[in-house]
C-alpha cells in the first residue's frame, strides 16, 4: 500500500472531480453527476482500503515542505478520527450526488451544482486529515467560501443570497479568530505539526497563554458547528437546495467544529474553564434548539434546529473531559450522520412531489408515500431515541454520563436540563413523522399531488435508515471497532474495549430515557395547546438582531471614514505626510543618539553648490506659480535634469539614462493631460492651510533631511551590494550589476513593479474613457471653446523630422535594450527610448495618422509582457531552479564572434513590452479625449457658421 500516493490522493481527488466538472460545464447531467460520483466513490474506497490498518492502531502519515520559513508543511495523517470523518464525508457524499442527480429539476446549473459540491468535499478531507494546524485552516477557510456557494446556489432567491452571506460572515468571521487560536496554540507548543501539538497538552494548559488561545479556539468551533450565539446562520441556511442540507449540516460543515474539538481534545481538555464553557455552550444549544425545533412549521426549519440541538449534544459530550462521554460522542456522530441525513433527503422528497414543506399544509402521506413514510419514520425514531435504533443507545450513554458531572457546583442540574432536551428532542421527532404521515390530511391540494418518487430519490435515504436500524440492532458488528478506536484517538491514549448494546438493565439512564420519551409523546398529544403558548410570548429573531448589528457597524464605518476619509485630495495628503512626519519623530525621540556619525564628508564643488541652489530656486518657483501650469511644467522638468545630472556626478549611469528619460515622457503625456484642463486653475489652497502645509512640509524636510544626514555620515558596514559585485558577472552573466539585479537577484521584485504598472495603465484607461462623454465630456468642451485650430494641422518641418527620426531612436532603443545586461541600458529605459519616439508621432502628425498606422494593441502589450515574465521565471522550474532563476551562455557565431544569451533577456522584454504598454496606453487615452473635444468644438463651430450665414 503506498501511503503517500493514498493520502495524497484524498485530498487533491475531490479537486480534480470539481475541474473536470466545470470543464465539462455543458454536458447533460449524469456526465456532472457521474463524475461526482467517481471521486466519491473512488476516496470512499480508498479510505476502506486502509481502514484496516488505522483501525488496528497504525497512523498513516505523509509530509512535504510548502512554505517552511512560516513552519507550514503539506502533511497529511490518517488516524481513526480522520478515518471515520474522511469515511462519512466520501460516503455520505456519494449518496447525496445520486439523490441530487433525480432532485435537482430540468434546467439547473448542474455542472456548478456539482463542482461547487465536490469543492466543499474536498476543503473537508483537507480538515479531517491534515497533519499541520495552518494546513488545516486553510482547508477550514475554503469551507466557508465554498459552503457560500451551494447555500446561495438559487442565487435568484433574495433568500437563498442572505443565507449565504449569513453563513459566510458567521463561519468565515469565526474561522479569523480560530486562525488566531490556533497560532498561538502553535507557537506555545513549539511546533505547527499536529502530532507534535497532540503530545504537547500539558505545556499547553500550563501556558499562561491557555485560557485565550481556548477561548479563541472556542469560538472557531462554535461557529462553525452552530452553538448558541452564533446558531441563527444554519436555519437561513436552509434556503440551500435540500441535497446540501442533507451533505452540510448532517455529516460534514456543521460537524468540521466538532471534529476539531474531538482533535484537540487532548490538548484542551480536562481543566475546570474548559469544562465550563465547553459543557455550558453545549448544554444550553442542546436544550435551545429542541425548544425551537418543537414549533417550527418549515420541514427543513425542524431539522435545522434539531440539528443545533443534536450539536449542542456532542459538544456538550465533549465538554465532560471524561473518556466514556468522548465515546458516546463518537457513537451519536455516527447516528447523526445516518438519520439527520435520511431527515433531510425525504424532507426534500416530500417537498418534490407534494410542493410545499408546510408542516401545516400536510398529513396522512404514508397512504400516498409509504417508501418515504417508512424511511422517514425510521430515520426519526433514531433520532427521538427509539429502541431499537441506533440513536437509543448514544442517547442511554449521554443520559449515563450527565450523571458524572457537576456544573456550577450544581450535580443534579446537567442530568435535568439534558433529560428535558432529551424530552424536546422526542417531541419534535414523533412530530415530524406523526403529523407528516400518519395525521390527517390537511390540505387536499398537497395531498392530491404525493407519490413515491422514483427509486433514484430513496434509495440514498433508505440505505441511511438500514444503517440506522444496524447500528441498534447490531452495534458490536459493525460500530464497536471503529468507537474504541477512534475514542482512543480523541482521547490520546487507549481505551478499554467498548460494550454497544440496547440492554444494560434497568438503571438511572433508562429511567431518563423512558421519562424523555414519555413526555416527548405528551409533547406530540398536547402539541396545540404548546405552539399556542409558544406564539403568544415574544421571541428574541436572532436574524432581525444580526442584521441591526451589521447596520449599525456599517453606519458607524460609514462616519468614521467620512471623518478621515473626506472626498478631498488636500485633506487626504495632509493627513499621509502628517502620520509619516509624526511617525519620523517618534522614531528619532525614541531612537536618540547623534544626528551626525563618524563618516568624514566629501567637499562640495563649486558646480554642485551651483546646482544645489539651482534646484532649491526651481522648487520654490512650482511653488510661486502654482497657477501657471505650462511654467510650473518648465521647472519641473529643470528640477529633474539637475537629478539627472546629480546622478552623472556620482556614477550612476543607469539611474541617470532611467530619470532623463522618465522626465521626457511624463512632460509630453502633462502637456497633453494640461491642455485638456482650464488655463487658469482656481485658487487652490486658503492662505491659512497654506501656511499649515507650509509649516508641514518644512517639519517634514527636516525630518527626510536628518534622516539622510545621519545615514550618509554614518559607515553603513557590510552590505549586500558587496554580493551583488561579486556575483553579477559569475551567478547572472552581466557586468551591469544594477540590471543583473532587476532582471536576476531581485527579477520577483520587478515582476510586481511592472503588474502594478500594468495594473495602472488599465485603470488610466478605465479613468479616462469616460471624460469625453456625459457631464464631464460638457466641461471638456467648455475649456476648449478658446483652441484656436484642430490638433490635426501640424508643420510640415515638424512631421518629417520625426519621421525621419523614428528608424533612427527605435535603432537607439533596440541598442539600449540589448546592452543592457552588460552596459547602462535594459527593458525599462529601451521602452521610455521607443515610447518617445512614438510620442513625438503623435504629437508631429497627430493622433489619426499615427493610430490608424499602429498594429498592436496596448492591452495585448500590457498582457503579453506580464505574462512573457512569468513564463521566463516558470521556464526555471522545468529545470529544477528556483523561480525566476536565469541562466546565460556564450556563443560563437561567423562573422558576429562570441555572443553572450541569457534567458533574462526574455523577462526584460516582458518589462519592455508591459513599461512601452502602459506609456502608449496613456498616450492613447490623452489623445483620444483631445481628439474627440477637438472635432466637438469643430462641429459647433460649423454649425454656428451656418446659423450666421443663414
Not at 465539462?24 to 484496516?52: C, D, K, N, P, T
Not at 507550514?72 to 470523518?85: E, K, T, V
Not at 467544529?257 to 484542551?268: C, D, M, Q, T, Y
Not at 400518519?438 to 413515491?452: I, L
Request: overall charge neutral.
Amino acid at each position: 500500500m503506498a501511503v503517500p500516493a493514498t493520502l495524497s490522493t484524498l485530498v487533491v481527488l475531490p479537486f480534480v472531480a470539481a475541474l473536470l466538472i466545470a470543464a465539462f460545464g455543458g454536458a447533460q447531467r449524469w456526465v456532472h453527476s457521474g463524475l461526482a460520483a467517481a471521486g466519491s466513490a473512488i476516496g470512499l474506497a480508498l479510505i476502506l482500503s486502509v481502514a484496516g490498518p488505522v483501525i488496528g492502531g497504525d497512523i498513516l502519515s505523509v509530509s512535504a515542505p510548502w512554505v517552511p520559513a512560516i513552519g507550514l508543511d503539506f502533511s497529511l495523517m490518517i488516524d481513526p478520527l480522520g478515518l471515520m470523518f474522511a469515511g462519512l464525508i466520501f460516503g455520505i457524499g456519494l449518496l447525496v450526488v445520486i439523490f441530487g442527480h433525480f432532485y435537482l429539476a430540468d434546467g439547473e446549473a448542474t455542472g456548478r451544482f456539482f463542482a461547487s459540491l465536490m469543492l466543499f468535499q474536498g476543503a473537508m478531507v483537507g480538515i479531517v486529515i491534515s497533519g499541520n494546524i495552518l494546513l488545516l485552516l486553510t482547508f477550514w477557510e475554503l469551507t466557508s467560501l465554498s459552503s457560500f456557494l451551494l447555500i446561495g446556489f438559487w442565487r435568484h432567491r433574495a433568500d437563498a443570497r442572505q443565507g449565504a452571506r449569513m453563513a459566510l460572515a458567521i463561519t468565515g468571521g469565526g474561522g479569523l479568530v480560530l486562525i488566531a487560536g490556533m497560532l498561538m496554540l502553535g507557537i506555545v507548543a513549539g511546533s505547527f505539526d499536529l502530532m507534535t501539538i497532540l503530545q504537547s497538552g500539558d505545556i499547553v494548559r500550563a501556558s499562561p497563554l491557555y485560557p485565550v488561545i481556548l477561548i479563541l479556539i472556542l469560538i472557531g468551533c462554535f461557529t462553525k458547528s452552530a452553538q448558541f450565539p452564533f446558531h441563527f446562520w444554519l436555519p437561513h441556511a436552509m434556503a440551500a437546495p435540500t441535497p446540501v442540507s442533507a451533505y452540510l449540516h448532517s455529516a460534514t460543515m456543521v460537524k468540521a467544529g466538532v471534529f476539531l474539538l474531538a482533535r484537540l481534545w487532548p490538548v484542551l481538555a480536562g481543566t475546570e474553564l474548559y469544562t465550563g464553557i465547553v459543557t455550558s455552550v453545549g448544554l444550553f444549544t442542546m436544550l435551545f434548539g429542541a425548544w425551537a425545533a418543537l414549533f417550527r412549521h418549515d420541514l427543513k426549519g425542524i431539522l435545522a434546529y434539531s440539528t443545533i440541538s443534536q450539536l449542542g449534544l456532542l459538544v456538550m459530550l465533549l465538554g465532560f473531559s471524561i473518556e466514556m462521554a468522548a465515546v458516546a460522542a463518537v457513537l451519536h456522530i455516527l447516528n447523526h450522520a445516518a438519520f439527520k441525513a435520511a431527515l433531510f433527503m425525504t424532507a426534500g422528497i416530500v417537498d418534490h412531489e407534494t410542493g410545499t414543506r408546510d408542516i401545516r399544509r400536510l398529513g396522512g402521506l404514508a397512504k400516498a408515500m409509504p417508501v418515504t413514510a417508512l424511511i422517514a419514520t425510521i430515520a426519526a425514531g433514531a433520532m427521538a431515541g427509539i429502541p431499537p435504533l441506533g440513536g437509543f443507545i448514544s442517547k442511554e450513554m449521554m443520559l449515563y454520563e450527565t450523571l458524572e458531572i457537576s456544573l456550577f457546583g450544581l450535580p443534579w442540574l446537567v442530568p435535568v436540563v439534558a433529560t428535558v432536551a432529551a424530552a424536546l428532542s422526542a417531541g419534535y421527532s414523533l412530530r415530524y413523522a406523526w403529523q407528516l404521515f400518519f395525521g390527517r390530511p390537511r390540505d387536499p391540494e398537497p395531498q392530491a399531488k404525493a407519490h413515491d418518487p422514483a427509486a433514484g430519490m430513496w434509495i440514498s435515504p433508505a440505505f441511511l435508515a438500514v444503517l440506522a436500524v444496524l447500528l441498534g440492532l447490531a452495534p458490536m458488528l459493525i460500530a464497536a471497532p471503529l468507537v474504541t478506536a477512534v475514542s482512543s484517538a480523541v482521547i490520546g491514549r487507549a481505551v478499554p474495549e467498548v460494550e454497544l448494546a440496547l440492554w444494560h438493565g434497568v438503571n438511572t439512564a433508562l429511567v431518563m430515557s423512558i421519562i424523555a420519551v414519555a413526555a416527548g409523546v405528551l409533547m406530540l398529544w398536547r402539541h396545540g395547546t404548546l405552539l399556542r403558548l409558544y406564539e403568544g410570548v415574544r421571541h428574541l429573531d436572532a436574524k432581525h438582531l444580526f442584521e441591526r448589528g451589521l447596520g449599525m457597524m456599517d453606519a458607524a464605518v460609514r462616519k468614521a471614514i467620512m471623518l478621515v476619509h473626506r472626498p478631498s485630495l488636500q485633506r487626504m495628503l495632509f493627513a499621509t505626510f502628517a502620520v509619516v512626519a509624526l511617525v519620523m519623530a517618534e522614531g528619532a525621540w525614541i531612537g536618540g543618539g547623534s544626528l551626525t556619525g563618524t563618516r568624514e564628508g566629501l567637499p562640495a564643488s563649486p558646480v554642485a553648490i551651483f546646482a544645489w541652489l539651482l534646484l532649491i530656486a526651481a522648487t520654490i518657483a512650482v511653488l510661486l506659480n502654482e497657477r501657471q501650469r505650462f511654467r510650473v511644467l518648465i521647472y519641473i522638468s529643470v528640477i529633474g535634469l539637475i537629478i539627472t545630472l546629480g546622478f552623472i556626478h556620482l556614477s550612476a549611469p543607469d539611474l541617470a539614462l532611467t530619470q532623463i528619460a522618465v522626465e521626457v515622457v511624463t512632460i509630453l503625456l502633462l502637456l497633453l493631460a494640461l491642455n485638456l484642463l482650464p488655463k487658469t486653475p482656481p485658487v487652490l489652497s486658503r492662505p491659512s492651510r497654506r501656511w499649515r502645509d507650509g509649516m508641514l512640509a518644512i517639519l517634514g524636510g527636516l525630518g527626510i533631511g536628518g534622516a539622510s544626514w545621519a545615514m550618509l555620515t554614518r559607515d553603513p558596514g557590510q552590505t549586500i551590494s558587496s554580493f551583488h559585485l561579486a556575483n553579477s558577472y559569475s551567478g547572472g552573466g552581466g557586468k551591469n550589476v544594477v540590471n543583473v539585479i532587476l532582471v536576476d537577484f531581485r527579477a520577483f521584485d520587478t515582476m510586481g513593479e511592472i503588474i502594478v504598472l500594468g495594473i495602472a495603465g488599465l485603470a488610466i484607461y478605465a479613468l479616462l474613457d469616460t471624460t469625453s462623454r456625459g457631464t464631464a465630456g460638457e466641461r471638456l468642451r467648455t475649456w476648449q471653446e478658446d483652441m484656436p485650430h484642430s490638433p490635426e494641422s501640424h508643420p510640415v518641418m515638424f512631421v518629417m523630422a520625426t519621421r525621419i527620426l523614428l528608424p533612427l531612436v527605435l535603432a537607439a532603443g533596440l541598442f539600449i535594450f540589448l546592452r543592457g545586461h552588460n552596459e547602462p541600458g535594459g527593458g525599462f529605459v529601451a521602452a521610455l527610448v521607443v515610447a518617445i519616439a512614438f510620442m513625438v508621432q503623435y504629437l508631429a502628425s497627430g493622433f489619426d495618422w499615427t493610430d490608424s498606422r499602429r498594429r498592436i494593441g496596448e492591452h495585448f502589450l500590457i498582457a503579453a509582457g506580464v505574462l512573457l515574465a512569468i513564463a521566463t521565471g516558470l521556464g526555471s522550474l522545468l529545470f529544477g531552479a528556483n523561480f525566476l532563476t536565469s541562466a546565460f551562455g556564450y556563443f560563437t557565431l561567423p562573422l558576429v564572434g562570441e555572443l553572450e544569451l541569457a534567458t533574462a533577456l526574455l523577462f526584460d522584454l516582458g518589462v519592455f513590452a508591459v513599461v512601452f504598454g502602459a506609456v502608449m496606453q496613456t498616450l492613447a487615452q490623452l489623445s483620444h479625449i483631445s481628439q474627440r473635444a477637438a472635432r466637438a468644438h469643430a462641429a459647433r463651430s460649423r454649425a454656428s457658421s451656418a446659423e450666421n450665414g443663414a
